[in-house]
């Protein structure tokens, strides 16, 4: 880190951590500097809900807020057409002053002619990798059909390879051993199909109801909508970002921050997050 | 001799006995587990050992009660010559013994036990790395052995670690955004000022987003449990296998104001258990009647793997011959459940009723047919004090039972002392 970046960085976070009384000279004297926001009024000062964490709000990047201080947004390239982007997952691990987080993974989406190839590998005792073939429709960035390969470090017959098709209703999961359908009632879009949607601006003014396709599994009845623009702590400074969130069921509640330009750079969800570390067109 | 069943052993941490779909519970969706349920027997009056993470697995797999296994509570070793399932259906059963996930006995590493092939148990970034690596194990596996196969699943646990900082609550914020999805508090709720710190100013709305967002981590471990659980019934292996789906304990969620484990409230204590065995186990079964207790899952995998039972088996009983509807005669009358933490208290829970003996004194009477949010303490009625006698010879017998461990561990000696001094004290006479 530049010594400019690293002191624009303490500077920041210092006066924030101070204005929220976290500084341990401000916390002894048992009193709360935070001035009111947002027309809700002074609250009383501690680290729960009531309480005065700078992070809380937004609390969009609470899971991630031990990684912003390294995170430094991509600058160049775009999302909407073919591209190669490149995360790091950002595990969370335990809350301290600021959540304690560390890179577990990595996630590599390549976008070409409505195909999306995908390999994401998340690390454990032995690391799991997930690739994935699928083919989009152009409307919605829809399922039409998709081939997913499994893979666990060192255990080489524990392989497996699924082909699924989505016909608009029904999704249906085949392997060698095994098949599954799922009934879907909405659109079904994968999660990293989202990436498009949410570069081209198309859901400021309209929120998406979709189904979820996560790998192989169904996270039925979702719903994807601008929840405004925040401005978060980054490495050198601070950030503009636009700010989607997701709900729905079988997933926590998942926000996409996103540049002006349409990048999609922090998807938080609670334990596992992602950090856009590369972008390519 | 028939052939040996294969046994695919499902376990979730930390779920709520009524966090099911199936259940009735209108504010989570689980169409996985729901045609778990459909598919063979579901006993709901199931508890947990010990409903604490390691005790209640360490009960799950030697068979003994958590004042007999060494871990009384969490990160106290289990006694080493204890064997476990693992080790046992693979000397007694010639059993491929496969473990994914988490495991959480301490002092016993999975691979003493088990052909480990995927990780620990990490929730939201491992639970689907568990369920892949079950499956390519299914995909994959050609050995002649029958194999027993564990898929620990560690959500909802998550909920024990909302990921904000300093302690905070991460995305409870957005609450404001999903109110009309909230679910509403407990009818139960009371708000104890004294609670953990960790609940300490939350507001009503932070109480919802934690029951919200408890019930997410339920349908992702859901989604997780259906992947595997359509991979198996898909499989050639579907007609030989028996599944077998519990918890360790449940959760909280905010029922009593409380979060979280480790008391004998219904909340924590009572877990939810499924049966599967096609052509074996009728379909769509219901058991509310029958009593069941953590070790009757050892008992009941015994069973299937046509194996004897674990040394010093004295509580366990397999739930097999009712899961397949034949007659039992010798069905547990009551069920005793331990948790060590703190003061120490032991739950005993008979058809109707339910007693929680505080190891240093109190107890608390509840009817669990009129009152099953345990809203009514009968302790200082008639009706309470004849419940409490009859319990108390209960205890006793009990008791008299075990095998308790004295060998007490430096990690948290005073879980030890505190089922040491009470059962002594019980022994020679003196009433809880």
């Given amino acids: ?281 | 001799m028939p052939k040996r069943p294969n046994i695919l052993f499902v376990h979730v941490d930390q779920m709520h006995w009524q966090a099911v779909s199936a259940y009735g519970n209108p504010h989570v969706r689980t169409p996985n587990l729901d045609r778990m349920v459909a598919d063979g027997c579901s006993f709901r009056a199931s508890y947990s050992a010990m409903p604490q993470c390691c005790p209640a697995r360490s009960s799950w797999y030697t068979g003994r009660m958590s004042s007999e296994h060494g871990v009384p509570v969490n990160n106290c070793p289990i006694l080493p010559e204890l064997p476990d399932l693992g080790q046992w259906l693979r000397k007694h059963g010639d059993y491929e013994t496969v473990y994914a996930g988490k495991w959480h006995i301490p002092g016993r590493k999975t691979e003493q036990s088990f052909r480990v092939i995927f990780g620990t148990g990490e929730g939201e970034h491992a639970d689907g790395g568990v369920a892949r690596a079950c499956m390519g194990f299914l995909e994959n596996y050609r050995g002649s052995k029958p194999f027993f196969l564990n898929a620990g699943f560690m959500n909802p646990h998550d909920c024990c670690m909302t990921a904000g900082a300093r302690g905070g609550l991460g995305k409870f914020r957005f609450a404001s955004e999903i109110m009309e999805q909230l679910p509403p508090l407990p009818q139960n709720f009371r708000k104890d000022p004294h609670y953990a710190q960790r609940t300490r100013g939350w507001r009503e709305l932070d109480w919802r987003y934690y029951i919200y967002i408890y019930y997410r981590w339920v349908e992702m471990v859901d989604a997780e449990i259906g992947r595997l659980y359509d991979a198996l019934r898909t499989s050639r292996f579907a007609d030989n296998t028996v599944v077998v789906f519990t918890a360790d304990h449940g959760d909280g969620l905010g029922f009593h104001g409380k979060l979280s484990k480790g008391y004998m409230e219904e909340e924590a204590w009572h877990v939810p258990t499924i049966m599967i065995h096609p052509g074996h186990i009728p379909t769509g079964q219901v058991d509310t009647e029958h009593l069941s207790i953590g070790v009757d899952i050892t008992a009941t995998i015994c069973d299937y793997a046509q194996v004897p039972g674990l040394p010093r088996m004295t509580i366990g009983k397999s739930l097999r011959p009712l899961a397949e509807g034949r007659a039992v005669t010798d069905w547990h009358e009551y069920v005793v459940g331990e948790a060590f933490l703190g003061r120490g208290q032991i739950g005993v829970r008979s058809g109707q009723h339910k007693t929680i003996f505080y190891c240093d004194g109190p107890v608390k009477v509840f009817d669990l047919k009129a009152d099953p949010l345990e809203m009514n303490n009968l302790a200082v009625t008639a009706e309470g004090q004849a419940v409490v006698n009859r319990h108390r010879e209960y205890l006793s017998e009990y008791v008299g039972k075990l095998e308790i461990c004295e060998r007490v561990s430096n990690r948290r000696p005073q879980a030890y002392a505190t089922y040491i001094q009470f059962y002594r004290g019980l022994k020679k006479g003196a009433k809880p």
């Fill in chain 1, 1 to 281: 880190m530049k010594r400019r970046d690293f002191l624009a960085l303490a500077t920041t976070t210092a006066a924030a951590l101070a204005a929220e009384g976290f500084l341990p000279v401000l916390a002894a004297e048992g009193t709360s500097k935070r001035p009111a926001r947002n027309g809700q009024g002074h609250r009383k000062p501690g680290p729960l809900s009531n309480g005065t964490n700078i992070f809380t709000e937004p609390c969009a990047i609470e899971p991630v807020t031990g990684y912003l201080p390294a995170f430094a947004p991509i600058a160049s390239g775009a999302m909407q057409d073919g591209f190669t982007a490149s995360y790091s997952l950002i595990a969370w691990k335990k809350a301290a002053a600021i959540s304690t987080n560390r890179v577990r993974g990595s996630l590599r989406i390549r976008l070409a002619e409505g195909q999306y190839e995908t390999r994401e590998t998340r690390t454990s005792k032995k690391a799991n990798t997930v690739r994935t073939t699928m083919h989009c429709a152009r409307d919605l960035n829809t399922v039409k059909s998709w081939r997913l390969e499994s893979s666990i470090a060192g255990e080489e017959e524990l392989r497996f390879v699924e082909e699924g098709v989505w016909d608009g209703t029904i999704m249906t999961v085949k392997a060698k051993s095994w098949s599954q359908q799922r009934t879907t009632t909405h659109p079904l879009i994968a999660r990293w199909a989202l990436l498009p949607l949410l570069a081209s601006g198309r859901l400021k003014n309209r929120p998406l109801r979709f189904d979820m396709l996560d790998d192989s599994t169904l996270r039925p009845d979702q719903t994807l909508r601008y929840s405004g623009e925040i401005e978060i702590p980054v490495k050198g400074g601070k950030a503009k970002l636009d700010s989607y969130a997701q709900a729905g069921q079988g997933i926590v509640p998942t926000h996409y921050l996103v540049d002006r330009d349409g990048r999609v750079q922090l998807i938080t969800m609670s334990h596992v997050n992602w950090a856009l570390s590369a972008l390519n067109n």
